[in-house]
């Protein structure tokens, strides 16, 4: 399984972005699929995902009502729309997946993780 992350930038504090992620080698359809985050210094944390079978979401309190992850199944690719960003959204950020049937939200539970995009909000 190989992911590709893209479409991070520098914006402004108001702005939108959306990522992107390819997603290679799915050889099965219970994968769940995560977005998650980090800033030097922090650990890295979840920010939304999605079963790829189903499309049942979850997210990070912090990016509810803001962010909205979805995946297009014909191009296996999973997004992540950021809409009212905000300075303190700026981290790099990875899309990760494994096999299973539950959104995990501890980054430990993924096995296959993309390079990371970094995402820069200014205020």
């Known amino acids: 399984v190989q992911l590709q992350a893209s479409g991070g930038g520098l914006v402004q504090a108001g702005d939108s972005l959306r990522l992107s992620c390819a997603v290679s080698g799915l050889t099965y359809s219970t994968y769940v699929m995560g977005w998650f985050r980090q800033v030097p210094g922090k650990e890295r944390e979840f920010v939304s995902g999605i079963l790829w079978s189903d499309g049942t979401t979850r997210y990070a309190d912090s990016v509810k009502g803001r962010f909205t992850v979805s995946r297009d199944s014909a191009k296996n690719t999973l997004y992540l729309q950021m809409d009212s960003l905000k300075p303190e959204d700026t981290a790099l950020y990875y899309c990760?997946?494994?096999?299973?049937?539950?959104?995990?939200?501890?980054?430990?539970?993924?096995?296959?993780w993309g390079q990371g995009t970094l995402v820069t909000v200014s205020s």
């Open positions: 990760a997946t494994n096999w299973g049937h539950s959104i995990f939200t501890t980054p430990g539970l993924f096995d296959f």
